[in-house]
């Protein structure tokens, strides 16, 4: 049995990967794929991967990109999800923040640095015609504790999955002013060099049978129905995400990721642009 580690992050994106690790299809080829969720998001495993606390990350793409170019020792090795990630942007409900233009200057809650809640505020303030050097940011590590840094006033707006955030608009907690989709594919697979370079079969089995799942994903019968109660959804907003929701079995393509490194590179999000080579790696 060969033991792999993988983490992501425990949205309904990646519920494909717990069927598969429940109906036993990993374990069925050899394989012990053990599964961690990381609520904290991409700047954590982003660190995982380096230290190599986890092999694999379902992550988001920009994130990835990122910590690659600045040293991570790993590759990516497909697109997991290929439509853009809604990214709501929300602010604490008996706030005076009516509209995304009300929070230029304002102090954005981020899960950590490096995280996908940072490089999105740089990427919404561009959009925004802001000054992105002026962002400024209150670590929360959490959807919790953004929820407890809104509600206190020591930060005035946070970025989140907007699907995944609405429960907490619905609650009356947040209230969300608007939405900023990420331009390119929103999570990729990324795993480890050293995984790469000793068990690249391993890797191969692995993605062959999370893409045989994610391409018959929305098929399955009352797909909508287990999202909703796993992940404490209304029916109506995941049968919403699935529609507008595409999964990948594809590698990225250069174009899309020079596209992503001109994009951080403008925003002074990394230092240099990484060779498609140095990115990705076909299995």
Not at 175 to 197: H, K, M, Q, S, Y
């Amino acid at each position: 049995m060969k033991h792999i580690k993988i983490a992501g992050v425990p949205e309904h994106f990646n519920l494909p990967w717990h069927l598969c690790i429940e109906n036993g299809e990993f374990e069925a080829v050899g394989i012990d794929l053990q599964w961690t969720d990381v609520p904290e998001g991409t700047g954590k495993m982003c660190q995982m991967l380096r230290s190599g606390e986890t092999d694999i990350a379902v992550i988001l793409t920009e994130g990835i990109v990122k910590d690659i170019t600045a040293g991570n020792p790993s590759k990516i090795v497909q697109v997991y999800v290929d439509s853009p990630l809604i990214w709501g942007i929300h602010v604490a409900a008996g706030s005076d923040y009516q509209t995304i233009a009300d929070l230029e200057h304002k102090k954005v809650a981020i899960s950590r640095l490096g995280s996908g809640s940072q490089l999105m505020a740089y990427v919404n303030a561009d959009a925004q015609g802001w000054n992105s050097d002026q962002l400024q940011f209150e670590i929360v590590n959490t959807i919790d504790g953004a929820v407890e840094s809104l509600t206190k006033g020591a930060s005035d707006y946070f970025m989140w999955e907007r699907f995944m955030t609405k429960p907490l608009v619905d609650k009356g907690i947040f209230r969300r002013v608007g939405d900023c989709p990420t331009p390119w594919p929103c999570f990729v697979i990324a795993v480890r060099n050293e995984i790469l370079e000793q068990q690249p079969e391993v890797v191969k089995q692995i993605l062959e049978i999370i893409n045989q799942t994610t391409s018959e994903f929305k098929e399955i019968p009352s797909i909508d129905r287990t999202l909703a109660t796993k992940y404490e959804q209304k029916i109506e907003d995941i049968q919403e995400w699935l529609s507008i929701t595409e999964w990948s079995q594809s590698v990225i393509s250069e174009k899309v990721l020079n596209k992503i490194q001109n994009q951080l590179f403008d925003l002074k999000i990394i230092e240099k642009k990484g060779t498609f080579a140095s990115l990705v790696k076909a299995i």
